[in-house]
């Protein structure tokens, strides 16, 4: 089996130590804000606001990437997230209005997409195109090793020292990742392609990756599927803390257990498909595995009380959802071409993460109009993801689709 660059793997560990501060902050900022009067509306509005930034920077990222050097905007932008982190942690630190945290949120949400995107774009001309599945595969295993640690660290410094310093480590991260990422060797086939576009009119860029999107089944069926996860994922951000919080009136420590065991889960299942990726290839898959994690979340609806009655349910939850991510950026890095790969990239993750804010946004009301029971917004999410796999799969089915994922694996 041939080896991942040393490049490959600077890549994706910058990515998954930033992500392990931006679990720590943000659960910090929203520990914090759930302390305050209004807390449930205000976190919903905080990631409401922040989710919409980062849909609408979506799109002029990924066309950026076709005109600009990758390297070059990734390493700003991790900076400047370092600056808008640490004014968010004196903010907290000082008990500012929280209208000023919603300002510094709202700008971190412009400048996360080019952080965000910038491993999409670098990974397919990393590696080889026979190794995009064990490459995803690694990614997504180092991602989630952040998502796990980060609750963990996230909720012990919010325990011993308070929520300013879990903002101040995610601010240290993205300093971390910016000088990684500036040690990157850039690829020579992603600097031809950026020599040979014009600079300017990256708007031609974006119109280039839309069309490219609606004319390709493969893409927008994929597409549409995250756009659901995403959904389910914010409904779990909003929802969760909530539950821990006000339904169970249990500490922050047992917030780090849950997320962290859905992120072990995810982490493993990850593991696994980079081992056994190449076998995994036929479309069906991703939609099972998507209404298996429906079944496992469904659980919530029988939480009383006891957070280790859905511990189990939580780890495989993440087991069994772990492995589509890694899959769908497989589909959409062999499908896409280089001159539209960034374009293509942006706009898929602006429509997908518009779903993210509008999960959290419903998941806050939706408790406050069942009287406090964010357990069952979050069963009641987990039915209707299990109802749309099975729905699109029936579909795929009978339209014939699965035939036309096959033949472009």
């Known amino acids: 089996m041939v080896r991942l660059s040393r490049w490959f793997w600077q890549l994706v560990l910058a990515d998954g130590v930033s992500e392990l501060g931006n679990q720590a902050g943000w659960m910090a900022c929203t520990w914090a ?34 005109r600009f050097p990758v390297k070059r905007l990734a390493v700003f932008a991790s900076l400047t997230l370092a600056i808008i982190w640490t004014a968010l942690a004196v903010c907290v630190m000082f008990v500012s209005p929280v209208w000023i945290w919603l300002c510094l949120l709202l700008m971190a949400g412009l400048i996360a997409p080019f952080t965000e995107l910038a491993w999409m774009v670098f990974v397919p001309v990393l590696v080889a195109d026979d190794q995009l599945e064990r490459a995803n595969g690694m990614g997504e295993l180092v991602f989630q090793a952040g998502v796990f640690a980060g609750p963990l660290v996230g909720s012990w410094l919010i325990t011993v020292v308070g929520s300013p310093a879990a903002l101040l480590v995610d601010a240290w991260t993205f300093v971390a990742a910016a000088l990684a990422i500036h040690c990157l060797k850039v690829p020579t086939l992603l600097t031809e392609t950026r020599a040979k576009a014009p600079y300017g009119a990256w708007w031609q860029s974006l119109q280039m990756g839309a069309k490219y999107l609606f004319a390709h089944r493969v893409v927008l069926v994929v597409t549409a599927l995250a756009f659901v996860l995403n959904f389910a994922y914010g409904v779990i951000d909003i929802a969760l803390p909530t539950m821990v919080q006000r339904q169970f009136f249990q500490p922050v420590t047992r917030l780090g257990m849950l997320i962290g065991l859905q992120a072990l889960g995810m982490g493993i299942a990850a593991c696994f498909y980079s081992w056994q990726g190449r076998r995994l290839r036929h479309p069906s898959w991703p939609l099972w595995l998507i209404g298996m994690f429906g079944l496992c979340m469904s659980s919530y609806f029988f939480a009383r009380g006891q957070l280790f009655d859905i511990a189990i349910p939580t ?28 374009a293509v990239f942006g706009i898929r993750a602006a429509v997908i993460s518009v779903s993210v804010p509008l999960g959290g946004f419903v998941a806050g009301n939706a408790s406050i109009l069942l009287g406090g029971r964010p357990s069952i917004v979050i069963g009641g999410m987990a039915v209707v993801v299990t109802l749309v796999s099975l729905s699109c799969w029936l579909w795929m089915r009978r339209d014939s689709a699965l035939e036309t994922l096959a033949d472009n694996p």
Do not use: H
């Open 33 to 66: 804000v759930l302390s305050r009067p209004n807390g449930i509306e205000w976190a919903s509005v905080l990631s409401f606001g922040y989710g919409v930034c980062v849909a609408g920077a979506n799109c002029i990222a990924g066309a950026l990437f076709d």
């Open 315 to 342: 780890f495989l939850g993440g087991t069994v959802f772990g492995m589509v991510p890694p899959m769908f950026r497989a589909i959409i890095q062999r499908t896409v071409p280089t001159r539209v790969r960034g």
